[in-house]
């Protein structure tokens, strides 16, 4: 048993029903009790979603426990295969469910008799692995059943398109930005002359899933979901996949040149070059590249971070943030410990310390400890800004309804680069503001708010000091207090009166 | 006509969506303020507690999990010693004077000992360990408050009143909030002690407080109380009143377990049933009420502008909370036409004299009986609705967007949850809610967007 208050990742059945309700015309159907199915208020409400979520509950109550669910089970797949012809049904369990050890494979063989609907169960333990774990092997799953249906049926070939085409592989329901991500990337390829073959799971049809051989190769924007995908499909069809993902100009570029790369490898003549795109893109399309050179910028220059997110994200991040900004990342971290290898490997030599956790409260001693000027994490370490007063912008999911904004907010390709940049822009206090805190002045009257994480009371502000904190502005104010108290108390002085202020940042600045 | 007089109870397949009762915790905690809420289930259940609710955990938090994890399940760690270290760590960290143990399905398919376990543990870290088994086996949503209520009620002190030998005066032991609440104009009280039950915000209960102050009816004492030490003595004098409609546990613990009576009467929810509850409590204690049509004409008289908007339309409860008869039966008398009453489980007992209120307002407004479905089918409910097309569906979260979209004004159901609903005073408030969805579209009336749907996909 572990006490717990908050989960970076949610439970592998979430990962299950995202995958499946990304599809078109796939249902669901959950065996959980009342009140399992939440799935369905996330997606309704946190993506606006005008259709009703395709997922089911088969209760499992007091009767269930005592008797097992003898015909219930099957009795609602063949009744949402009558009610609503989906293509697929997925049956899935959710942790508690699990326990029961009912034979699910069973149900699921039985109901695909009398359903016209082809009828899975998810393949997942449920307490082994997480969401993003469960939906990369959900889609797997998916994927595999029906190319091995097409080739028993024997439609199934690797016929090339006679353009070059690729699939994009994990934009999925409730995916941090992916609606964005993948109107960018769709894009980026029609730039260069790249057909689509298909996006799956997110708008993509199982009865098309056949045609997945005939691109080209591959691309999986997020080494969380799609991975496992891409990697089947490469052993069964030798079809090459990139997993480097197109966030900031570098990365974008490299992406690029690999999609160069197996373009070229299909084409015996009238090879492709990419690199005056990647020039004109980077040079005067994006406005990141300028932004890098802009004198803003350069007030960026080595103020520390801290980086925390899903392992696609923090990675890329961080290395935006080192190489096209000239920031410091004092920490870049990851809650998918499952992919520590990789995560640990991307972020060398971009950052001071890598941390990986599951644990909210660790990232937030870190952060506490190395007290950054700004934040690039989830809501979680949005909420440990704000106690800590250090501003934090938001890179990765878990998701928030503040992640599905109406506008366009791509963080992949050049567009992404502007938006990226942007944010990161607006985390700091900069320019005028950082010249005012030099010179501790300010304009706001308002009392001191004492809510700081410094609960120490060995230490008393006089009269005179207490104004002149008064007078720096509130969003600084909160730094100015702790570095003061511990200069102060590093010193041994137990009153603080404006001349250990003044010495205290000459202390720092020294 | 004959369909005035009849009460019908359908029952459906049980497909429905609703909330898991842990979800309780969510307002109980804010509730009983010396108290933590230690929910003992998998990451499925923390994950709707942070996320599906939006209660999300972050500073200093007072209920957490205890996450259960493959050891767990498969027996090989000890329960008792994993549950005790859980709660020495919050009795360092916390130091609450209760500590309510939430079973969840899990518990109940494992079969943890959640009752046997306590008491041990209780003695061993020297805080009150209470287990109420809030799971979506047995129930849903709301009930998950009648489970912790109905445990509590063990916890409640026992009332016991006897003449002083010294002074000959009646000496009695009631509830701190009651000693609290004494004032000199209102000293002895001419009638048996009452206990309120139903966890209400507390200036919720200073308002039902001052209505039955009016008619001289002083309230000794409420389950749950603001805090645990503070809990009302029970005891076979106690008389004992509901304020939730969903709280038929609690009501028949208090009566079997304490020898509490009843006052079975319609939910202090809206102006009617609020003056319908005062008049039952008035009538139990032989008391004839004061200026109380008075003062629900004077509700009304309030309301009026929210009437006008309100009349002859039409409503869709598709059941959630189990508030759904209390609320329909206001709406009614508000002029409303109340399609179908979905609830996820109905009692019939402890709701009888809100039902009967239901079939006389009916009555008094010339509509037939709705229909009152109970477990009702989302898909059945869904189609029902598209043939009746009404003016406004009471729905859970997961049903309202997509309802929305295709033209069905919605309003959530656990809005009437959170919000403030009980007595007089708030009745502008439910219809605030009712309302806003009307009062939205009568501004975006003239833009035509009533359909947001792809041919398609309708």
Known sequence: ?510 | MNTFEILTFECETGNYHTFCPISCVAWLYQKIEDSFFLVIGTKTCGYFLQNALGVMIFAEPRYAMAELEEGDISAQLNDHEELKRLCLHIKKDRNPSVIVWIGTCTTEIIKMDLEGIAPKVETEIGIPIVVARANGLDYAFTQGEDTVLAAITHRCPEYKSWVDEEDGTEKKVLSVYSERNRDETFKSPNHPPLVLFGSVPSTVASQLDSELKRQSIRVSGWLPAQRYTELPSLGEEVYVCGVNPFLSRTATTLMRRRKCKLIGAPFPIGPDGTRAWIEKICSVFGIKPQGLEERETQIWNNLKDYLDLLRGKSVFFMGDNLLEVSLARFLIRCGMIVYEIGIPYMDKRYQAAELSLLQDTCKKMHIPMPRIVEKPDNYNQIQRMRELQPDLAITGMAHANPLEARGINTKWSVEFTFAQIHGFTNAKDVLELVTRPLRRNNSLEHLGWTNLLQPTII
Not at chain 1, 150 to 178: E, K, Y
Not at chain 1, 364 to 393: N, V, Y
Request: glycine share 6%; with cysteine; aromatic share 8%.
């Open chain 1, 1 to 510: 048993m572990k006490l717990a208050y908050w989960m970076y990742a949610g439970p592998a059945h979430i990962g299950t029903l995202r995958v499946a309700s990304s599809f078109k015309n796939v249902h669901a159907i959950m065996h959980a009790p009342l009140g399992d199915d939440y799935f369905n208020v996330m997606r309704s409400m946190l993506e606006r979603e005008r259709d009703f979520t395709p997922v089911t509950a088969s209760i499992v109550d007091r009767h269930v426990l005592a008797r097992g669910s003898q015909e219930k089970v099957i009795d609602n797949i063949t009744r949402k295969d009558k009610e609503q012809r989906p293509d697929l049904i997925v049956l899935t369990p959710t942790c508690t469910s699990s326990i029961l050890q009912e034979d699910l494979q069973n149900f699921v063989a039985r109901a695909s008799i009398s359903s016209d609907s082809d009828v899975i169960l998810a393949d997942v333990n449920h307490y082994r692995v997480n969401e993003l774990q469960a939906a990369d092997r959900t889609l797997e799953q998916i994927v595999r059943y029906f190319l091995n249906k097409a080739r028993r049926q024997g439609v199934l070939t690797r016929s090339l398109t006679d353009t070059p085409s690729a699939n994009i592989i994990g934009i999925f329901t409730l995916g941090f930005h992916n609606q964005h991500d993948c109107r960018e990337l769709k894009r980026l390829l029609q730039d260069l002359g790249i057909k689509v073959n298909q996006v799956i799971p997110e708008g993509g049809s199982v009865e098309h899933l056949q045609d997945l051989p005939k691109a080209w190769f591959n691309i999986v924007p997020y080494r969380e979901v799609g991975l496992m995908t891409a990697k089947y499909l490469e052993r069964e069809f030798g079809m090459p996949y990139l997993s480097t993902t197109p966030m900031g100009i570098v990365d974008t570029a490299e992406f690029i040149r690999q999609m160069e790369k197996y373009v070229n490898s299909f084409l015996s003549k009238e090879k492709v070059n990419y690199e005056s795109y990647i020039n004109y893109q980077t040079q005067f399309v994006s406005q990141a590249a300028w932004f890098s050179r802009s004198i803003d910028c350069q007030n960026l220059t080595g103020k520390k971070v801290v980086v925390f997110g899903d392992a696609t994200h923090a990675a890329s991040i961080t290395k935006i943030l080192v190489r096209e900004m000239g920031i410091h990342v004092g920490c870049a971290g990851t809650y998918c410990k499952h992919d520590a290898e990789w995560f640990n490997e991307q972020v060398q030599g971009f950052c001071d310390e890598a941390l990986i956790t599951e644990d909210h409260t660790e990232v937030a001693d870190t952060i506490a400890r190395i007290e950054p000027s700004a934040i690039f994490g989830t809501q979680m370490e949005r909420h440990i800004g704000k106690r800590l007063e250090i501003p934090c912008g938001v890179i990765s999911s878990p998701v928030h309804i503040q992640n599905f904004p109406l506008g366009y907010r791509p963080f992949l390709g050049y567009e992404g680069t502007n938006q990226i940049a942007d944010s990161v822009y607006n985390s700091f206090t900069l320019g005028m503001e950082d010249h005012l805190l030099d010179i501790f002045g300010g304009h706001d009257t308002k009392e001191v708010i004492t809510k700081s994480l410094s609960t120490e009371t060995d230490l008393t502000w006089n009269p005179e000091s207490q104004r002149e904190l008064n007078k720096i502005p509130g969003f600084v104010r909160g730094k100015i207090k702790r570095n003061t108290e511990k200069f102060a108390r590093q010193e041994g002085i137990t009153t603080i009166t404006v001349d250990v202020m003044y010495a205290a940042k000459e202390a720092l600045s020294t």
